[in-house]
């Protein structure tokens, strides 16, 4: 993947978050050191099950996490490729001013995200078109009306909505789920930002509308020349849609490489065992394997500083799984495992 | 447990040119009213223990065929038999031991405001019922825990409330207020699409074991051609004209 001609965009390194819990009145890491690089014009996803964090991955580059209770440390190094402001920012600077002042016009206008469920991204009482036109007027408020106006007509024509004059005017309630999310990836798109980060993007939309979306996010992506960060539960669709894959357990990259790599030839036992569940033809008629017991407990801080965080499910297990592994190198793909080290 | 099943090839459902028609507003001021047909001379048969997949796009009338068998929806010509008679003749009642829908959402089928134990048992009542018994409360101990134990769940879980359970045991907690009643068809509206693979898997092989045990006939609405060539015998393909085809 490191190439001369391409251009970093996005660094995180040895990301950790924590989250702090009233009850125990303690604070869990939701996140334990994330390394993840970016260039230009690639696609990658984070790929892990519900409660791996991968959601707060995506809030975290961003700052959207609630900043009452959320604690950063390690660094999210952001290059902007744009004549506004070149140069590299850290998103979790620790100068309060520069931090604000950055972070507002990071937001939809170099990084920008598309949300879990559509219905609720937007305002009930705002009709769709000046939504878009907002996100447009906010990062450059030189632009007339008209304009204005025509820029979210070209942007509706290109998610591919049907008559954008009369969609303009329509509220959020007088559309479809799918139609909705269209309207999400236009506000996305508005601004041409470097990166844009999909947040499971067709979850909340009708099972059969899924390919469809994807396939209008990663054309427009590709056509556009940004970067996609796709967080997603759904391995499959990392084969089709992305360059690059990191699997996410529990708060943990386990693996990392190239997509198909991964997919065909996974080397993590947490990544292998997810694989076999996926049911299709050749299993018809036997029983599905599963993985067996459940996610572990963050406030656990032995089990989760002290042991590899896949030793209480994994089939494989020897006597040094009881220790913390470093990240080895086999064959183009990166795995933290002990069963790969030289 | 209630065991009528004698005969593998026995038909369970039969559906003999079934056509359904919908009215949709049309022209410029959406006052005109237009016929659309959306199943339109469809014919299978369906015997005992097989399981059925409904694939197509969106909008082609997988899920309005589901509610014609359930017969939450009313159809325009052609006949649907479920267990040698036709569903018109059921009364209610007797109706609600022959077939179930499972929605696609476990959080909108369960009452937010109830336990988990107080919702199986309004279910169980509604089982004695539905057979004129008089509520029994040891038959009811008996069979929930053997629900339970099917279906891996702790009898703690009566005392919770559907928010504090996880996606995986939410969605076995509906399942097990469907089959109360001993249903012969369970419709499954997309069970799986808001699940994570690992738990994709545990689901399907809990529909396996349930299967064996209450000689259950499924019927699978689904958009996913892996899944549905993974768990069912046929496969029913709906087209957007009204076609169809069957795969075995």
Redesign the interface.
Known sequence: MKNDTEKLLLKIESLNVSFYSKIRNMFYFILRDINIDLYNAKKIAIVG??GSGKTTLANSILLLNDERITKYSGNIIFYSAKNCCNGSYNILSTVETEKILNIQHIRGYHISMIFQDPFNALNPVVCVGEQVEEVIKIHSPDLTKKELYDKTLDLFKKVKLPEPEIIYKKYPYQLSGGQLQRVCISVALANNPEIIIADEPT?AL?????DEILNLLTELVTKEGSSLILIT????LIRQYVDFVYVLYAGEIVEYGLAKQIFYNPLHPYTQ??LS?????S??GK?????PSELPDLFDYNFVFGKCIFVNRCEKKFSRCETKPHINFVNGQYVKCFLYEK | MKNNFQNVSEKVLVVSSLTKTYFVKSGVFQVGLQRKTIIRNLSFELSAGTNLGILG??GVGKSTLAKIICRIEDFDSGEVIVDNRDIKEYSRKEFASKVQLLFQNPYSMLNPKLTIGFLLKERFKQYFYLQNKPYDENIFRDSIEELLKLSKLSTEILKMYPYQLS?GQRQRVATITVLCLYPKILILD?PL??L???????M??FF?EIKEKFNLTYIFI???R??A???CDKILYLHEDGEYEIFE
């Open positions: 099950e519900s979850t009708d099972a059969s509308l899924r539960h759904d391995i499959n065992m997810l569940c996926y049911p299709d033809k299993k018809k029983r599905l394997p599963t993985i | 796009p969106s996606g997309e699409s808001a994570d693979i690992s738990l994709q898997a545990q399907l092989n396996y689904t958009h996913d892996d899944l060539e993974y768990f």
